[in-house]
């Protein structure tokens, strides 16, 4: 069974920092590309930060580029999304999710329907 567990979501400060972390079991999780989404109420599950299975590429969304960093700990089935100088359109529901194709090039980050298992979700809240 292939389960993504988020974790490290929490209310911040606008301007504030936090890490997100997704534990990933069930897969060989250095042969998929990851990535992180999100959804706030109302609106749809948006693409934030999408890594490559090597680690070697990485995509952000326009709203977030130079604000938050996607990595990956392959050695501990572990992904990570550091966000800072959080601002409160960021306040949403945070995913990640794998690639259903094990070692598929990785060239952008794709829309939802592109990826198959999502975690249950770490709420991030930003206050003004």
């Known amino acids: 069974q292939v389960q993504l567990v988020e974790s490290g979501g929490g209310l911040v400060q606008a301007g504030g920092s936090l890490m997100l972390s997704c534990t990933v079991s069930g897969l060989t999780f250095d042969d998929y590309n990851m990535g992180w989404f999100r959804q706030a109420p109302g609106k749809e599950r948006e693409g934030v930060s999408c890594i490559s299975w090597s680690g070697s590429n990485t995509y952000y969304a326009d709203s977030v580029k130079g604000r938050f960093t996607i990595s990956r700990d392959n050695a501990k089935n572990t992904l990570y999304l550091q966000m800072t100088s959080l601002k409160p359109e960021d306040t949403a529901m945070y995913y990640c999710?794998?690639?259903?194709?094990?070692?598929?090039?990785?060239?952008?980050?794709?829309?939802?329907?592109?990826?198959?298992?999502w975690g249950q979700g770490t709420q991030v809240t930003v206050s003004s």
């Open positions: 999710t794998s690639d259903p194709n094990p070692k598929f090039l990785l060239r952008s980050c794709p829309a939802p329907r592109a990826w198959n298992y």
